[in-house]
C-alpha cells in the first residue's frame, strides 16, 4: 500500500520539540524525514526525560520514522554538503534562531537558488521579523504569553504552565498543516515558499475567542479552575475509592440528566437552571450536588451509572489507565515498536486513521548520524571522504 507522503524527502534540522515533532507527522505517512544532528552536539531531546540503559526515552518517540546523520552546518564543507542534500528535497524544517541559518549562507534565497520548489519550514519562538525576533524561544513562553497560563489554574492560584510542552505539540501540528498547504500550492505554482511559524500564534488561536470578546466586550478570560462560565456542573469529581472522574454537561439535557440521576432534579425547574450561563452562576451549589452523590460510590459505579442515563463522565486517568483501557485498544492507540536499543517500546500511535492511506510508525527513534554514511554515500561520497569528514569534525 502506498503512503499518502512517499517520494517526499523532508530534512528536519531541528531540536527539541515543535520542529522534529512536525517533522514526525510527515514520517509517519511515508515521507522519507532526514534528521540532521551537530556531530559534538545531538537534539537535546535525546536526554530529555527519563532513560533507559542510557537510552533516552523521549527521542525513542520524536525520532521515530527517520534516519539520522551528523552534520556541522557552521563548517563551509558542512553547508555545501547540505546544499547537495536538499537539492532534490522537498521539505526543509528548521527552528534556529531567526538570522543563523543566513550567516551560515543556507537563507531562504541561497536554498531556492539550489532547489526553488524546497518548501522551507521556519519554527522560531517569535517568529522571522519583529522586536522579538531574534529572542530565544521556547514553548514555556508561548504558553505564558498565548493567554493561555493566564486562564489556566484556580481562581485564587498563580497563573499555570501545563506539565509538557503544549505549546510546541499545538505549533508541531500547525507546522505539519502549513507544509501540506505549501506543497499543494507546489502543484498549482511548481514554486517552493517559506512557512514562517513562531510557536506564541498557534496555540493562541486554540484559546477561542478571547481576542474577540475583549475587543467587544473589554471581557478578560479568568481562571475558573476546573468550572466553565458557559455552562455547570463542569468540574472534577473525587469518588469514595480516592479516583476521580470528570463531568462535563455543556448541552442543557445531559445538565437535567446528570441532576436526576444525583437526585436533585428538583434544581431543573428554578429559572436560571435554564441556560448554561445561568447554571454556571450557580456552580457552587450544583458541584455540591454532584460532588455529594460522586464521594458515595466507587469510581466505576459513578461511570457505569452515567452512562445508563446516557450522562457525559469519563474517568480521570493516569498512563496505566490508558494502557489498560479497551476503547484505547480497540482503536490501537498505541502501538509497540521493535527497536534495536530496547527490543520492543510502546508509545502513541498515528494520531488518526486514513481508511485507504493510513500512516504507521516503523521504527522509533534511531542512534545519533545512524545513517550518516548511507545517506551521504548516496550523494556520492567516497568512504575515504567520509571518513575525512569525520575526523574533521564536519560529520
Known sequence: ???????????????????????????????????????????????????????????????RNKRT????????????????????ADVLVENFRPGTLERWGLGPAELHAVNPRLVITRISGFGQFGPYARRPGFGTLAEAMSGFAAATGEPDGPPTL???????????????????LALRAR???????????????PIMAMLGPQVTWYDQLGYIQPRLGNRSN??????????????????STSAQSIAERVL????????????????????????????????????QRDRDEVVAAFEEAQAAVAPVYDVRDILADPQYAALGTVRTVPDEELGEVRMQNVPFRLTETPG???????????????????LGLSAEELAALRERGVL
Open 69 to 88: 546523520v551528523t552534520l556541522n552546518l557552521s563548517d563551509p564543507d558542512g553547508a555545501a554538503l547540505l546544499r547537495r542534500l536538499l537539492a532534490d
Open 1 to 63: 500500500m502506498t503512503a499518502p507522503l512517499d517520494g517526499v524527502k523532508v530534512v528536519d534540522l531541528a531540536t527539541l520539540f515543535a520542529g522534529p515533532l512536525a517533522a514526525a507527522f510527515l514520517g509517519d505517512f511515508g515521507a522519507d524525514v532526514i534528521k540532521v544532528e551537530h556531530p559534538a552536539k545531538p537534539d537535546p531531546s535525546r536526554g530529555h526525560g527519563p532513560a533507559r540503559d542510557g537510552v533516552g526515552l523521549w527521542w525513542k518517540v520524536l525520532g
Open 162 to 180: 501545563p506539565p509538557f510542552g503544549l505549546a510546541d505539540s499545538v505549533s508541531a501540528l500547525a507546522a505539519a498543516y502549513a507544509v501540506m
Open 360 to 378: 504507521a510508525i516503523r521504527h522509533a527513534g534511531r542512534r545519533h548520524g545512524q545513517d550518516t554514511d548511507t545517506v551521504f554515500g548516496a
Open 260 to 295: 436526576r440521576l444525583v437526585g436533585r432534579g428538583e434544581l431543573i425547574d428554578e429559572p436560571w437552571f435554564a441556560t448554561g450561563s445561568g447554571r454556571a452562576a450557580h456552580a457552587d451549589e450544583l458541584d455540591a450536588a454532584v460532588s455529594a452523590w460522586v464521594s
Open 187 to 201: 502543484d498549482v505554482t511548481g514554486a517552493g515558499q517559506v512557512v514562517d511559524l513562531a510557536i506564541i500564534e
Open 230 to 247: 458557559n455552562n455547570a456542573p463542569r468540574n472534577t469529581y473525587r469518588c469514595a475509592d480516592g479516583r476521580w472522574v470528570a463531568v
